[in-house]
């Protein structure tokens, strides 16, 4: 197999990692605060979460610093090697969720509120989940 498929397989695989990962984390918080989010609506949440982190990077109303921790976030997110082996059952995947929570905090507390509202690709009523979920309050 080629080392470029073999790269994209491997970033395709990230990302679906991801993708169980944040659904894992924000279920297990919706059901914590009490939400009552069905497994449906936190799908719908995972891709506008990942759209998120890239608005955020180009927003220039970020502050430089929160940009380039995205950056490095999103470069986290991709690589092979967590906090937590991806072996370990549930909390192996977990790391990644919970790294992007305390990364839409540290935007929230640098740029407001605002900057999430302004690059949120979703609906009125997913930006006040998430918001729920990452412990930001009610939207």
Same mark, same amino acid.
């Given at each position: ?25 924000? !279920?297990?918080?919706?059901? &914590?605060?009490? *939400? ?19 608005? $955020? +990077? &180009?927003?220039?109303?970020?502050? #430089? &610093? ?6 490095? !976030? $999103?470069? %986290?997110?991709?690589?092979? +090697?967590?906090?937590?082996? *991806?072996?370990?059952? +549930?909390?192996? %995947?977990?790391? *990644?969720?919970?790294?992007? +929570?305390?990364?839409? &905090? ?27 979920? #990452? ?5």
């Amino acid at each position: 197999m080629s080392s470029w498929l073999q790269a994209l397989l491997a970033v395709a695989g990230g990302l679906l990692v991801l993708w169980l990962a944040l659904i894992v984390v924000l !279920l297990r918080q919706a059901r &914590r605060v009490g *939400d009552g989010l069905a497994l449906r609506e936190v799908l719908r949440l995972v891709p506008d979460v990942i759209r998120l982190l890239g608005r $955020l +990077v &180009r927003d220039r109303a970020v502050p #430089t &610093r929160v940009r380039v921790l995205l950056v490095a !976030l $999103l470069g %986290y997110l991709l690589m092979p +090697v967590d906090l937590v082996p *991806d072996f370990i059952p +549930v909390i192996g %995947y977990a790391d *990644d969720a919970v790294v992007v +929570v305390l990364a839409i &905090r540290l935007v929230v507390r640098s740029a407001g509120v605002e900057a999430l509202e302004r690059s949120w690709p979703g609906s009125e009523q997913g930006l006040g989940a998430l918001l729920r979920l #990452t412990g930001l309050g009610a939207h």
